[in-house]
């Protein structure tokens, strides 16, 4: 796709001069109707199709919430599959990952690109939380922590399916808040906090939320009989990202048994 329908879009959008000053001072920011109902129905099309068995993603998907205990029968309790974009030629020159792009550009600075992109999905009734965390205690250190995540919503998303919800303010610290893994033996990383601080955003499908690396965020577990699919992309000075690859990491691009994260502090 043409980045020139990205700028176009950018340039239909009547709060982008806020944007950067809010994502500054909260940590988060919300972008309405980023993709057009039509526009919904194709990522989502793509998206079923990941889920189902159309394609062989094993190497790429996981239960993030393998750390409690199977809530419906045969059913991860949160489907996480990493690089979509992987799975289909050009994926990541759509609408989707080129508006994210545009407005990581906005909130963060030119020299940012495309780190990895990734789905988690909750099903019905999953009824799983994802902790309260920040991102950066995946990843390496790196000298410039300069990230933005774009979390595009391909349902409706309410805190009784699983909306994010964000600590405001809370990447302004330079410093991570203690973390550590959910479970042992899981991926999952969970940081101190307290869930009073948190909140929630709730947003239309083909809408997106914005986060920093640093900020604490967390979703509920999917109570209701509606899905809960939210695509996933994260952007980040493309000198980090050489840093990263020239250290082996990948955000699991070769397998999910590649995967390596910080050391949680003591
Ligand atoms: O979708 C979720 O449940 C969590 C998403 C998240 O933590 C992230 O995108 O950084």
Redesign the pocket.
Known sequence: MDVSDAKEWLKTQKSSSLWKSKFIEDGYLVVEDLLSPEEVQFYQSIYDKLLSDKFDTSKHRHDLGSHTEQKVKDKEN?CQIMWPSSYFDKLEDGKLHKRAHEIAKVVLADDVDMDFDML?S?APHTDTV?PMHQ?QSYWPDMPDKRAV?V?VALDDVTEDN?CMCFVPGSHKSETLRPFRKAKEGHHVICCDGDESELVAAPIRKGSCTLHHGRTV?Y?GGNITDRQRR?F?VNFRPLKMIEFERAQGFDHAKAGLNNINIQTPEK
Do not use: P, R
Request: no cysteine; glycine share 8%; charged share 15%.
């Open positions: 949160i988690i909750k994802t991102d995540t979390w699983g965020h979703t939210a996933i």
